[in-house]
């Protein structure tokens, strides 16, 4: 967190029912603070890394148990660099286990408000999706720009990161709530 000065604070463990022994390289908070995303490859899950929640708990004032998203978004291969959007619905994240063009493929997920499941994961396609990695797709709250990690050609390196500019009709930007 930033200080009233601009400065930041001391990193503070967020605790270990999210930082565990294994494997957890990225996350994503919701807009209210009280949600947390991330990837983990720790024992029960589906596969290698998979997708899990965890819930602020403001009693304990501490993050609640690592709950698996479960096989509608894990698979036996690798989900990873997560992206929760400030809608409260949308998931993002990168997959090779569902229905790819190759290599990770960004993909897409839409909560029911109602019964809180999570729609069939939509690979977001051509030209965003490639035959190689596409990972740690981020949009901001007014939709209108992404920006992810790509393996192109004609790029500097192994990976850069890319800007999207969608086109259409604009939109409002979410906004936190005072």
């Not at 503070?12 to 990837?39: C, P, Q, R």
């Not at 729609?119 to 990972?135: A, L």
């Amino acid at each position: 967190r930033e200080n009233a000065d601009g400065t930041w604070q001391a990193p503070v463990s967020i605790g270990a029912t999210i930082n565990t022994k294994y494997h957890e390289s990225s996350a994503s908070l919701s807009f209210d603070e009280k949600t947390l995303f991330f990837e983990s490859d720790q024992p029960g899950g589906f596969g290698q890394h998979d997708l899990y929640v965890s819930y602020w708990d403001e009693e304990k004032k501490t993050w609640g148990p690592a709950i698996n998203l479960g096989p509608t978004i894990n698979t036996e291969f690798e989900e990873k660099g997560v992206f929760f959007h400030p809608d409260n619905k949308t998931l993002y994240f990168s997959s090779n286990g569902h229905n790819t063009m190759g290599g990770l493929d960004i993909f897409k997920t839409v909560r029911d408000p109602e019964t809180g499941e999570w729609s069939k994961p939509e690979n977001i396609g051509y030209p965003i999706n490639t035959p190689d990695d596409d990972i740690y797709f981020v949009v901001t709250g007014d939709e209108r720009y992404a920006y992810y990690s790509s393996y192109r050609e004609d790029g500097f390196g192994e990976k850069d990161i890319y800007k999207i500019t969608f086109l259409g009709d604009k939109k409002d930007p979410l906004l936190a709530e005072a």
